[in-house]
């Protein structure tokens, strides 16, 4: 059904709407704005159905019928057309306007006779016409936007078959209509294509004894120009050359008859006829090469002309590439090249000179070797204890005289200094001290601190003694609170026991 095609608008689908919109014009003084929408749906729906359909004539007695929708069409197309009549989107045509002109009159016409048709008449026509306000379903009408599609269509695919402006832009007008039979449904619609674009100045209409020829503009232009004497030269020459090419296929036609009526009198022993056949099969084949060699000349013609047209083309390329290289170059002489070349010689030799005196003038830069040299220092300056340990001063801080480590200035880094250790040394001459305040009643024994040797020897004595003290089994000692004379007596019992165990021992 009509409504199911998907050309029409959403609104299409709309009952309550669409019931309005079929329904007869009123009076445009009660409600101006919907008078104006309701005729702008029905006359874009026109023109872009004509569009989509490919048609460029309407009839108007048909034309109600593109639109039913549920059984019913609408009632105020008549309104529409006689608008878009007056607006200018449809315009009247008869049907002699739809064909070709006969060709003998329209060449004893000339332009002047055409011009007086095209641009006098048929406006005064259309006047009067108006005026008098023929009968509408009597009348053809062209839908003008959808003429100027089809237009735009039939120069694209003229264009798109052109290989050379100069050999294909004039064609005879029964070659393009079998061309364009793809796009128009009638030879009528196509003839108003090509009188639509001869009005538009895009293509040339020329009239000759025989033929309508159709020149279209370059493909660079977008108007065609008039049709030289040059132009029907080459038309000619491709003329021939569509007519060789037809006599040579004909002629190949005959040649196979002539052999298969050769082989067939052969077979029924005719022999006269069969050699008759065969002297036509050898005439034809004679005739069919001089045929070719003409075309082969006629080729090598058009290919020439062909390669002319590019070789100008070309030629005018570089003439406009060489006046545009000769402003450029009189804008850049050769001076001046120098002089820039000299100035950014000279500007990049001073930025050179800049970024080495920036590295010679770089301060606080230390090469790798010193950075080597004083890692090697400090670990150079560990120092290693009597043990074998190795004392290493924290950061900040400097080995003393007798191997401990105190810090160089403390209030600088705000933390309080570590105490330093005490040496090994200095230990034991506080345990020496404690046993001289001993009398263990061993006079054999020599005095610890009495130091007659060298320092390590006398480290060496200190060391052996502290052994043997170190090995000496104490009693134990009781418990008792200070103070209480039991347990003072106690104690000096004990210690007085302790040099007679000690010289047991030894």
């Known amino acids: 059904m009509a ?48 569009i989509d359909s490919g048609d460029i004539v309407i009839d108007v007695k ?32 008869t049907d002699t306007e739809m064909l070709p002109s006969n060709k003998g009159a329209s060449s004893s016409k000339g332009w002047m006779s055409w011009g007086v048709d095209t641009f006098i008449k048929a406006p005064i026509s259309l006047g009067w016409n108006l005026m008098t306000k023929p009968t509408i379903s009597s009348t053809k009408l062209v839908v003008v936007d959808a003429l100027k599609t089809k237009c735009d269509e ?23 209509w079998v061309r364009s039979k793809q796009l128009c449904k009638t030879e009528s619609e196509f003839y108003l294509v090509l009188k639509e674009l001869a009005k538009e100045k895009r293509i040339i209409l020329h009239y000759t004894d025989t033929n309508l020829l159709v020149k ?89 002309i062909q390669h002319a047209a590019s070789d100008e083309m070309v030629l005018k390329a570089l003439q406009a590439g060489s006046g545009a290289l000769k402003t450029l170059t009189d804008k850049t002489g050769l001076d001046e090249v ?9 500007i990049l030799d001073q930025q050179n000179e800049i970024e080495a005196e920036m590295n010679m003038s770089r301060i606080g830069d230390v090469s790798s070797d010193d950075l080597e040299r004083e890692l090697e220092s400090l670990i150079g300056e560990q120092v290693s204890s009597p043990q074998g340990t190795t004392v290493v001063p924290p950061e900040g801080a400097s080995l003393s005289p007798t191997g401990g480590a105190t810090l160089s200035s403390p209030l600088n880094t705000g933390v309080s200094a570590p105490k ?50 170190c090995d000496i089994d104490f009693p134990e000692v009781p418990s008792f609170s200070p103070g209480t004379p039991e347990k003072s007596k106690d104690r000096q019992k004990t210690w007085t026991k302790l040099p007679q165990k000690e010289a047991a021992h030894s």
């Open 3 to 50: 409504e199911k095609r998907t050309r029409f608008p959403e609104t299409w689908k709309d009952d309550t709407r669409m019931t309005v919109l079929f329904a007869p014009f009123r009076d445009k003084s009660l409600n101006p704005s919907s008078w104006d929408q309701k005729m702008t749906f029905w006359s874009n729906l026109i023109t872009s159905d004509c």
């Open 62 to 93: 048909t034309l109600p019928s593109r639109f039913e929708r549920n059984g019913k069409t609408p009632a105020c197309l008549s309104s529409v057309i006689s608008e878009m009549e007056r607006t200018g989107k449809l315009k009247q045509i």
């Open 154 to 176: 039939v120069c694209k695919l003229q264009c798109a078959c052109m290989d050379c402006d100069l050999t294909d832009s004039v064609i005879d007008y029964s070659d393009l």
């Open 216 to 304: 279209f503009p370059k493909r660079s232009e977008s108007t065609a120009g008039p049709v030289m004497e040059q132009d029907i030269q080459i038309y000619s020459l491709k003329k021939a050359s569509q007519v060789l090419l037809d006599r040579i296929e004909k002629l190949g036609k005959d040649v196979d008859r002539l052999t298969v009526e050769a082989k067939m009198y052969k077979r029924k022993d005719m022999k006269q006829y069969a050699l008759r056949s065969l002297r036509q099969r050898r005439r034809t084949q004679n005739r069919m090469s001089k045929l070719s060699g003409s075309l082969d000349m006629i080729d090598d013609v058009l290919g020439r």
């Open 338 to 346: 120098h002089r820039t070349m000299d100035n950014l010689a000279e």
């Open 420 to 469: 330093a250790p005490v040496p090994l040394e200095n230990d034991m001459v506080e345990i020496a001290d404690l046993l001289a305040d001993l009398d263990f009643g061993s006079p054999s024994r020599p005095d610890p601190l009495k130091q007659t040797g060298s320092p390590s020897e006398n480290m060496t004595t200190i060391s052996k003694y502290s052994s043997e003290i």
